[in-house]
């Protein structure tokens, strides 16, 4: 079958969030199907500039059709727009107006799919936000399937988004928490319903059995290791660096307990409270360094526990959830987290925000990491693991099996055969009517809104909280 994905932007570049993740999907689903990604030329969130070229791309087996933007989003602008909208009456102009300014806006690629979405056997959505699916989800709903990736922001409750969530046949939803949260706020019609995610698979190299690993570093009384137990080490102050992680934590001169973020370092992301509790644990604990990997999108303080790793590639990234102590998800809005299901994987524990919803309900039902409320249970919890080699060791086993039961590709693969599948119905019953002819919609291509004050949060203005993925 021939399946199209159709997405903001998408690149080998792009390593978190819902464009990360709908790689991982159409990359799998292409071992099997035709698969083509509709997108924009954009590379970054916060403007839209046009830097892909336009045209026809091939990344890791998936063809990839770039599409031009035709206006950079001026963040400052459009955060005094989402201002005025949240928080005022307004009228549907005015939110289609809202939609154009959050970006990316792309007539071209509104005009392929109102040209050639006849050619696709599915239409598959990833994001509610941005006017790519917006003005997408118009042209065949009995033809398209949503992944929303949703959490409670402001801009979901715009007028425009009761549309978009009672418009496609399919949803694939990322957790039950994001779906009972859709259900209650919209009143969805789609005939096919799966809650999905993302699978999750480690290269070769970072494959471990997590009992082996476990049973093969258990300490004695005279064992040096005893900062190093089970399925992740470097636990303890001076404690011998074990095989896992000793690349990345060499390569970065990092020793002794290691806290590691990674992600969008930005407000939005909960950065800025993440550090300011990590400064209280290192005054009190001084124990532990607190790494951040991912893009810098605000300051980071110049201070001897925090350490900037930047931009890192797949292979690195998995090398620093190995070295890591205990794996950080500051994120108060998630409508997944692959940073907490790599960890798991991996048998690294999770801290993680408990105003996340999701990633709160990932760790109560794994067993597989904690999480805090505010600053004393954030220092306590995370003393906590790091002190006790042995809870970590039980919380990584937790979290392995709770990857391979719940996110193994075949199990998220098996979904989504079967919601393409459902729709086969629909297509064979408009096949043959060619390619070309419109099905509503308005022309162009527009936004989920990222970036809040300083472009780092997905739905803009005061709320400095929303997600960009």
């Known amino acids: 079958m021939k399946i199209a994905f159709i997405i903001q932007r998408y690149g080998g570049e792009i390593l978190g969030g819902s464009e990360y993740h709908c790689r991982l ?26 830097e892909y070229p336009e045209g026809e791309d091939r990344i890791r087996g998936v063809t990839v059709r770039r ?15 989402s201002d005025w909208i949240f928080h005022n009456d307004h009228s549907p102009a005015d939110e289609a107006e809202w939609l154009k300014r959050q970006g990316p806006w792309s007539p071209g690629l509104q005009s392929y799919l109102e040209q050639h979405h006849r050619s696709y ?14 003005l997408g989800l118009r042209v065949d709903p009995a033809r398209s399937i949503l992944v929303p990736t949703a ?43 799966e809650t999905v995610g993302c699978g999750v698979e480690l290269p ?18 005279h064992d040096d290791r005893s900062g190093e137990v089970g399925p992740n080490g470097n636990g303890a102050v001076g404690a011998r660096l074990s095989s896992r992680g000793a690349v990345f934590r060499r390569r970065h001169r990092l020793y002794g307990p290691l806290v590691l973020y990674g992600g969008r370092i930005d407000p939005g992301k909960g950065c800025e409270e993440l550090i300011d509790y990590f400064n209280t644990y290192a005054e009190s604990e001084g124990d532990a360094s607190l790494v951040l990997m991912g893009m810098k999108l605000m300051p980071i303080p110049d201070a001897p526990h925090i350490r900037f790793a930047g931009l890192l590639s797949e292979t690195e990234r998995f090398e620093a959830l190995e070295a890591a102590t205990v794996v950080v998800v500051p994120s108060p ?18 801290l993680a925000n408990a105003r996340s919803e999701v990633v709160m309900d990932h760790c109560q039902r794994s067993n597989g990491g904690l999480y805090y409320a505010n600053r004393d249970e954030f220092r306590e919890c995370l003393r906590l693991l790091v002190q006790d080699a042995h809870l970590r060791a039980a919380l990584g086993r937790n979290g392995r099996d709770y990857v391979r039961t719940n996110y193994r590709w075949d199990v998220i693969m098996g979904k989504y055969d079967r919601l393409i599948a459902g729709l086969q119905p629909a297509r064979s019953q408009t096949r043959g009517r060619g390619n070309s ?13 990222d970036g809040n004050r300083s472009g780092s949060s997905r739905s803009g203005g005061r709320r400095r909280s929303g997600r960009k993925n």
């Open 204 to 221: 070769p190299s970072q494959r471990h059995d997590v009992t082996t690993t476990a049973q093969s570093t258990e300490p004695s009384d």
């Open 333 to 350: 809005f998630e409508s997944l987290s692959l940073l907490a299901l790599e960890s798991f994987s991996i048998g690294t524990p999770v």
């Open 151 to 193: 959490h409670d922001e402001p801009a979901i409750r715009l007028g425009i988004y009761r549309d978009v969530f009672s418009a496609p046949a399919g949803i694939a939803y990322n957790t039950t928490v994001e779906r009972g949260f859709l259900k209650q706020l919209f009143s969805t019609t789609a005939k096919l319903e």
């Open 437 to 449: 002819g419109r099905s509503g919609g308005n022309r162009g291509s527009g936004s989920r809104s």
């Open 25 to 50: 999907i159409a990359e799998r689903l292409a071992g099997r199907h035709q698969v083509e990604v509709l997108t924009t030329c954009a590379r970054d969130y916060v403007t839209w500039k046009n």
């Open 67 to 81: 599409f031009a933007n035709d206006r950079e989003r001026d963040i400052a602008s459009f955060n005094e727009y």
């Open 121 to 134: 056997d599915a239409l598959i959505f990833f994001t509610y936000l941005y006017a790519p699916t917006v």
